[in-house]
């Protein structure tokens, strides 16, 4: 974990001063309601469909459980006895009161926590891959290189107010786990031919109305020019960056327009005059950060335990709960695990109070009081022992989180939709129970093998449903919910030779009852055509194009023409 300073703490208790007297004299009419508006913003709080919603930063991702039990007592206390662990890894109350989120931020300072730009025209939390720090393939561990651009991009005065929202993503390892290529600006550590640490930026990439990859605008950054460089591409973002039209503010429509390589031009004749400056980073400077974060203590332990092989011989439920939600570490004796959110009836990413409360026990007994959020809305204990596998997987199944679906069908990644957003079209949430009940049978999940599901509400696409190997939109049709299926699309390359890439529509869209009937044909026309058990979902897709999925869906020209004509006549 990594532990506060003086001035962090500072900077977290001034803000809340700061907003209680902004909240305090919106309240008595003395800031309207456009005044108040980038206010709140900058510090979390959105008016949803029904009630406002607070965004809780949890940087990185990473999460102690002295601050998870404080999530649990504010959520009690604050809210409805649940949160919503986000696709950037931060957790969502959707039913503060107003006059109490300042309460609840002086609440979060006291564990080192706030809501400081999760939303508004500012940094958006950065996110990374939640394997940081014990993942096999690392590089670097990216938790220290998140908190260097954290610090450095909080409260920067020349991007408080950037044309639109900006992301970042941090991947330290082989593997991207962060979806690097779908971000603003995505950094992707990587060695020279001499040993040498630096990072590949991407820049351009985001989803939403425009979906795009971004493009590499440097092969290799060296580690030492990484603030100064990214300075530069913030400073032509915000000098050419469009504030008249929200739909074309992103820089990945300024990327496109001027396209690739003038904007890498551009970066670089404004490098030209930050390189070198005073925000290149020195050794000493990343050995202060390194050692602001606690370490776990490992135990020297043998590479297996006697106790963990005769389970996983004998206990076949435990031995599939292993295969899919237990992960390689980097020490030996010790594993990763992933707490599934997903369990069918459940939304996805949701959680109780009481279960926040347990998993911090949790936490403390088998992962080193240390837990992660991922962006696919779970949560991770990074640390737990092989001789304590068996204990914890009893323990996780009487909560509801042993559900051996991590990479398969059912761990399906959902915003909340028009259940809560005033931006959304269409519900997220029903249609995600209704796939989870057609394909609740685990044995049949494991035949039909990896396979990502994305559902966005909206065009904003907070489900990442452009980048899900199957991804469904809501859109909105004459006031009536409807459903459109992309395939195609992937995160970012896990498996060698496999990128980003977005997915296409298939056709015309569907009610939402149709949807889980459309999800089987889709996989039935997969399994029909894959060539052995090891290839997966996407990787069909890619080898034989869209067109026999259209047609297992649609019929041939005739019956797709006649579906076009029948949904119209719905609409």
């Not at 020019?225 to 820089?251: M, P, Q, S």
């Not at 396209?259 to 930050?274: I, N, Q, S, T, Y």
């Not at 776990?296 to 599939?320: G, H, I, K, S, V």
Request: charged fraction near 25%; charge should be neutral.
């Amino acid at each position: 974990m990594y532990r506060y300073d003086e001035i962090d703490q500072k900077l977290v208790d001034e803000r809340v001063v700061q907003f209680r007297d902004q909240t305090k004299r919106f309240l008595a009419g003395k800031l309207s309601e456009d005044e108040f508006r980038a206010l709140r913003l900058r510090n979390g709080l959105y008016i949803q469909r029904y009630a406002p919603m607070l965004r809780i930063a949890i940087p990185y991702g990473l999460l102690s459980t002295k601050q998870l039990r404080k999530l649990a007592q504010i959520t009690d206390k604050y809210d409805r006895g649940y949160g919503h662990f986000s696709t950037r890894q931060n957790l969502q109350l959707n039913w503060p009161k107003l006059e109490r989120v300042p309460d609840i931020l002086a609440e979060l300072a006291t564990v080192q926590m706030h809501a400081i730009q999760t939303s508004g025209n500012s940094f958006r939390n950065i996110t990374t891959d939640h394997f940081a720090g014990v993942a096999q393939d690392e590089i670097v561990d990216s938790f220290v290189w998140c908190e260097i651009i954290r610090q450095w991009s909080t409260f920067h005065p020349e991007f408080s107010y950037l044309p639109r929202k900006f992301k970042f993503a941090v991947n330290g390892a082989k593997s991207d786990r962060a979806a690097v290529a779908v971000h603003d600006i995505g950094l992707h550590a990587v060695k020279d031919e001499k040993g040498e640490v630096g990072f590949r930026v991407l820049v351009g990439g985001g989803l939403g109305r425009t979906p795009a990859i971004g493009f590499v605008i440097r092969d290799f950054l060296p580690w030492r020019h990484l603030l100064t460089y990214i300075e530069a591409i913030l400073r032509v973002y915000n000098r050419y960056g469009r504030r008249d039209n929200i739909h074309k503010a992103r820089i990945k429509i300024l990327v496109k327009e001027r396209g690739p390589e003038k904007f890498r031009e551009e970066v670089d004749a404004e490098w030209a005059h930050l390189k070198d400056g005073a925000a290149t980073l020195v050794p000493e400077e990343i050995a202060r950060i390194e050692g602001r974060f606690t370490r776990p203590n490992y135990l020297r332990l043998p590479a297996t335990d006697a106790r963990f092989e005769a389970a996983l011989a004998t206990d076949r439920a435990f031995a599939n709960w292993h295969k899919r939600n237990v992960h390689p570490h980097k020490k030996a004796g010790y594993a990763a695990v992933t707490l599934s959110l997903k369990k069918t009836g459940v939304p996805p990413g949701d959680v109780t109070v009481e279960q926040m409360e347990k998993i911090a026990d949790l936490a403390d007994r088998y992962s080193f009081g240390e837990l992660r959020v991922s962006h696919e809305q779970n949560l991770i204990f990074a640390d737990v022992q092989l001789s304590d596998l068996h204990l914890l997987w009893q323990d996780v199944r009487a909560l509801g989180f042993a559900t051996p679906n991590v990479g398969l069908l059912t761990n399906i990644i959902c915003c909340p939709g028009g259940d809560f957003c005033s931006l959304a079209n269409a519900k997220s949430i029903p249609v995600a129970e209704a796939i989870q009940q057609r394909f609740d049978d685990l044995d049949y999940l494991h035949d039909i093998g990896e396979i990502d599901v994305n559902i966005s509400g909206c065009m904003n696409a907070c489900g990442h449903h452009h980048v899900g190997h199957i991804g469904i939109l809501g859109v909105d049709k004459s006031g009536e919910e409807w459903y459109q299926i992309e395939i195609g699309g992937n995160q970012g390359e896990i498996r060698p030779g496999r990128g980003a890439s977005l997915g296409k529509v298939i056709g015309p869209s569907f009610a939402r009852a149709e949807v889980p009937d459309v999800i089987e044909k889709l996989i039935e026309c997969y399994l029909a055509r894959r060539d052995s058990e090891a290839e997966r979902f996407i990787d069909v897709v890619h080898r034989v194009g869209a067109e026999p999925f259209k047609e297992s869906v649609y019929g041939n020209a005739d019956q797709r023409a006649a579906h076009r004509r029948g949904q119209l006549a719905s609409a």
